[in-house]
């Protein structure tokens, strides 16, 4: 099956939410679950809601793109990825609040999801305080995973880093880092969260944390220009 990638435009939206939620139902994604309702099920209704949310942050978003592989024998989207080319400091005046509001008003869940969104948007903000490529989102369907779809979509990252001679930030799992590591992306750390004090012992958070644990890595590829001069 042949694959080719093209810049997506906001009328895929709704394509590039069925890629990802059949990406994130196999194999299951317990955190990713509760962020878009539905994807970890590849549940048909929490698909709008997912949409209307994407397409909202990228029309906000001057630095956000989306990219997509088709099957070039049927046309289906088969693969996606959201990325953000940051000319300047993505965060100036510091990270955003979010609060979850796809979750229930007053919830345990909401508020364990506003706390670990918040983390992680700290941790960005404190990483990535220069201009950068980060990629946020990725997914391949099941059915044409191991024929390039993820290299291609890496590829057209590092190629608009290059362009601009920018270092790279990605959020990834175990199951995908090596494609990244091919690239020059090297390992940071772990995702590591310490709850608030206030809910240490708290049977709930505890089964939270358990049903849906955020995991994850942080890998950095340096600017070409800066990794060139380390060698020099």
């Known amino acids: 099956m042949p694959l080719h990638l093209e810049e997506a435009v906001q009328a895929d939206v709704p394509a590039l939410v069925d890629c990802l939620f059949a990406a994130y139902s196999d194999p299951y994604h317990p955190f990713v679950d509760i962020v878009f309702p539905g994807a970890g099920r590849n549940a048909p209704e929490g698909k709008k809601p997912a949409a209307d949310r994407f397409l909202?942050?990228?029309?906000?978003n001057p630095y956000e793109k989306w990219v997509k592989v088709l099957d070039s024998?049927?046309?289906?989207?088969?693969?996606?990825?959201?990325w953000a080319v940051y000319t300047e400091n993505p965060f100036p005046k510091g990270p955003p609040h979010v609060e979850a509001t796809w979750q229930p008003e007053g919830s345990l869940i909401r508020e364990y999801l506003t706390f670990l969104v918040?983390?992680?948007?700290?941790?960005?903000?404190?990483?990535?305080?220069?201009?950068?490529?980060?990629?946020?989102?990725?997914?391949?369907r099941p059915s044409h995973r191991r024929q390039g779809a993820s290299t291609m979509m890496v590829q057209w990252g590092v190629d608009r880093a290059k362009e601009l001679d920018l270092e790279m930030f990605v959020e990834a799992s175990w199951y995908g880092s090596q494609v990244y590591q091919r690239f020059g992306f090297r390992y940071v750390d772990e995702f590591r969260f310490k709850r608030p004090p206030e809910k240490?012992?708290?049977?709930?958070?505890?089964e939270l944390e358990k049903k849906h644990p955020f995991e994850g890595l942080w890998f950095w590829r340096p600017r070409d220009s800066a990794a060139t001069a380390s060698k020099t």
Not at 124 to 134: G, I
């Open 56 to 60: 909202a942050s990228w029309k906000t």
């Open 73 to 82: 024998e049927t046309g289906q989207i088969v693969g996606t990825s959201r």
């Open 118 to 140: 918040n983390d992680r948007l700290e941790r960005q903000a404190a990483r990535c305080s220069k201009a950068n490529v980060y990629l946020g989102t990725m997914g391949v």
């Open 200 to 206: 240490e012992g708290d049977v709930g958070w505890d």
